[in-house]
């Protein structure tokens, strides 16, 4: 986006300096946080490689397969994943259909598909050599508890709470969603292709962060156990790095 180099470093390094990441990527590497990091980091990078008006390229199956690559990561990595990313393969896939051809749109959802039912069969696979069953996984097989819309809501904890509370060990995070609360509305007064590409970034991006909020309030250790930080939000560290 359209600022300076030392804009980017402090946008980018600051929410990972907060997030707690380099605790899980330099000494709790037993958790999967960074690989999840990485896995969304790519799809934010090749949906701006593929809906962005400069940044088009000629190979998008390339790119598309690259795409769903790391979609399907992420969601291997944690089956919850697939909740926040939703709205970013909508809108993939509105871009794909805006930005290319018809062939090219058909070819690339195809790809998609491919792709996503490969993984699909690589997680089916793994539960049951894992657990006995393909539909199990970690979150049913080793927890006590479990995600419920009845029985918790800890939406006001999992954020104020002393006890690992989002924004009580990491405020730094509130000016990041401000920056993509503010950028999304200057982008909006702005007509030029890439301030609406920047509008649809922020706004995307403050649905995932609400959408990861509030998946981790129906559950049960909204806590995450004896960790550092609030690390099931640590996920949301390339979102927070656009604001």
């Keep these: 986006f359209k600022i300076s180099p030392l804009a980017r470093l402090s946008a980018?390094?600051?929410?990972?300096?907060?997030?707690?990441?380099?605790?899980?990527?330099?000494?709790?590497?037993?958790?999967?946080?960074?690989?999840?990091?990485f896995a969304i980091s790519g799809v934010l990078f090749f949906t701006f490689k593929t809906v962005c008006p400069k940044q088009k390229a000629s190979g998008n199956l390339q790119i598309c397969a690259l795409w769903s690559v790391f979609f399907g990561l992420a969601v291997l990595v944690r089956p919850t994943n697939?909740?926040?990313?939703?709205?970013?393969?909508?809108?993939?896939?509105?871009?794909?259909f805006h930005s290319y051809s018809k062939p090219v749109f058909l070819k690339s959802l195809t790809l998609i598909g491919l792709i996503g039912s490969a993984l699909l069969a690589v997680y089916l696979y793994y539960n049951w050599s894992s657990y006995g069953d393909p539909l199990a996984n970690g979150y049913t097989a080793f927890s006590q508890g479990s995600f419920s819309l009845?029985?918790?809501?800890?939406?006001?904890?999992?954020?104020?709470?002393?006890?690992r509370g989002w924004f009580i060990y990491s405020p730094a995070v509130?000016?990041?969603?401000?920056?993509?609360?503010?950028?999304?509305?200057?982008?909006?007064?702005?007509y030029e292709a890439f301030s609406s590409l920047q509008?649809?970034?922020?706004?995307?991006?403050?649905i995932s962060i609400c959408l990861?909020?509030?998946t981790y309030s129906f559950w049960h250790g909204w806590w995450a156990g004896n960790s550092a930080g609030q690390r099931y939000f640590i996920l949301l560290t390339p979102f927070l790095a656009i604001g």
């Design 12 to 37: 980018s390094g600051i929410p990972f300096l907060v997030s707690f990441y380099c605790t899980y990527a330099l000494e709790e590497i037993g958790f999967s946080h960074p690989a999840e990091v």
């Design 82 to 96: 697939a909740i926040i990313l939703l709205p970013w393969l909508a809108f993939y896939i509105h871009g794909l």
């Design 150 to 163: 009845k029985k918790h809501f800890f939406l006001s904890q999992i954020l104020f709470s002393g006890c």
């Design 174 to 190: 509130i000016f990041s969603i401000l920056g993509l609360i503010l950028t999304g509305i200057i982008s909006r007064y702005n």
């Design 199 to 206: 509008k649809n970034f922020c706004l995307f991006s403050l």
């Design 212 to 214: 990861n909020v509030l």
